[in-house]
């Protein structure tokens, strides 16, 4: 499908495209001028590969693409077997992260000005229509953020910050998403997408995205056992939250008895804390005695 589209059909924007081999993570991040851009530009797959494929995306060029790469071809050789056949080559661009965490871009060149892409060891740096040193800056902001704490989706967001606040695309701002995925990595461990968050029109869309990207790690962030706690040692402070909210009716006695689990395991489902206490064991997250605090306290 190279179908030509139309003026009202573009999707310019600027994107990065990444892969972190300490988690075996590939994951894009998108910002544009463009209602839900994620929903057209991102594309992933665990052990295959990511793609951002815009203006005048041609979406096919990321299913074909993780086809592509999830049989073992490079990151340069998908993209010269997804524009070769294209007759709007041209005015497309692609930027792709293959499974070894090769990464390679395309930008055809009748793609609107400012256009360009920056490739470099495990991502790429893409966009059109920008003010010009966008995608500079979203490259060495990356790089320096893998270098430190966090992890993918923190790093991917951070180059869309730093993208912006260099210029960005300069008809303004509307959407923003940032898609993550490793093997198992999504809810319940049932499928790879691991994070896959967007702000489909809002007039600051990467200060939400960053909010979102927050949240997740709230919801469905990985534990640390060092921020494990006793249940015993705040049973009386979850049995006394808890009255509050009417999940428990019984003695504030600092006891954590069966009651006192059946009661907080209903809690902790309600407000979506499942991923980080599981209703079992003798110790509790940290960050879910925080999040309680904080609402019922």
Same mark, same amino acid.
């Given at each position: 499908?190279?179908?030509?589209?139309?003026?009202?059909?573009?999707?310019?924007?600027?994107? $990065? @495209?990444?892969?972190?081999?300490h988690?075996? #993570?590939?994951?894009?991040?998108? !910002?544009?001028?463009?209602?839900?851009?994620?929903? @057209?530009?991102? *594309?992933?797959?665990?052990?295959?590969?990511?793609v951002?494929?815009?203006?005048?995306?041609?979406?096919?060029?990321g299913?074909?693409?993780?086809?592509?790469?999830?049989?073992?071809?490079?990151?340069?050789?998908? $993209?010269?077997?997804?524009?070769?056949?294209?007759e709007q !080559?041209?005015?497309?661009? @692609?930027? @792709?992260?293959?499974?070894?965490?090769?990464?390679a871009?395309?930008?055809?060149?009748?793609?609107?000005? *400012?256009?360009?892409? $920056?490739v470099? +060891?495990?991502?790429?740096?893409?966009?059109?229509?920008?003010?010009?040193?966008?995608?500079?800056?979203?490259?060495?902001?990356?790089?320096?953020?893998?270098q430190?704490?966090?992890?993918?989706?923190?790093?991917?967001?951070?180059?869309?910050?730093?993208?912006?606040?260099?210029?960005?695309?300069?008809?303004?701002?509307?959407?923003?998403?940032?898609?993550?995925?490793? +093997?198992?990595?999504?809810?319940?461990g049932?499928?790879?997408?691991?994070?896959?968050?967007?702000?489909?029109?809002?007039?600051?869309?990467?200060?939400?995205?960053?909010?979102?990207?927050?949240?997740?790690?709230?919801?469905?962030?990985?534990?640390?056992?060092?921020?494990?706690?006793?249940?015993?040692?705040?049973?009386? #402070?979850?049995?006394?939250?808890?009255?509050?909210?009417?999940?428990?009716?019984?003695?504030?006695?600092?006891?954590?008895?069966?009651?006192?689990?059946?009661?907080?395991?209903?809690l902790?489902?309600e407000?979506?804390l499942?991923?980080r206490?599981?209703?079992?064991?003798?110790?509790?997250?940290?960050?879910?005695?925080?999040?309680?605090?904080?609402?019922?306290?």
């Amino acid at each position: 499908m190279n179908k030509f589209l139309s003026p009202d059909k573009l999707v310019n924007t600027f994107s $990065i @495209v990444a892969y972190d081999p300490h988690k075996q #993570e590939w994951g894009v991040a998108v !910002q544009s001028k463009f209602l839900a851009a994620a929903a @057209v530009v991102s *594309w992933a797959q665990a052990n295959a590969g990511a793609v951002a494929t815009q203006s005048y995306a041609n979406v096919t060029y990321g299913s074909r693409g993780l086809a592509l790469m999830g049989g073992g071809t490079s990151a340069e050789e998908t $993209i010269k077997r997804l524009i070769e056949n294209d007759e709007q !080559q041209d005015l497309r661009q @692609v930027g @792709v992260v293959d499974r070894e965490g090769k990464a390679a871009a395309f930008t055809g060149n009748k793609c609107q000005a *400012w256009a360009g892409h $920056i490739v470099r +060891d495990g991502f790429t740096c893409q966009g059109n229509i920008l003010l010009p040193g966008t995608i500079e800056a979203m490259a060495v902001k990356f790089d320096e953020a893998r270098q430190g704490q966090g992890e993918l989706a923190d790093w991917l967001v951070l180059a869309l910050e730093a993208g912006q606040e260099a210029g960005g695309d300069k008809r303004g701002r509307q959407a923003a998403g940032v898609l993550v995925v490793r +093997d198992k990595g999504g809810y319940g461990g049932d499928n790879d997408r691991y994070l896959d968050l967007r702000v489909d029109d809002h007039p600051y869309p990467i200060l939400k995205l960053q909010q979102l990207v927050e949240n997740h790690h709230l919801y469905f962030g990985e534990v640390d056992p060092g921020g494990l706690i006793p249940l015993v040692d705040v049973a009386q #402070e979850l049995q006394g939250i808890m009255n509050k909210t009417g999940h428990y009716q019984g003695e504030v006695s600092g006891s954590f008895d069966e009651g006192t689990r059946a009661a907080l395991r209903n809690l902790v489902g309600e407000e979506n804390l499942e991923e980080r206490w599981n209703g079992e064991g003798k110790m509790i997250d940290n960050k879910v005695m925080e999040y309680l605090r904080d609402k019922f306290s």
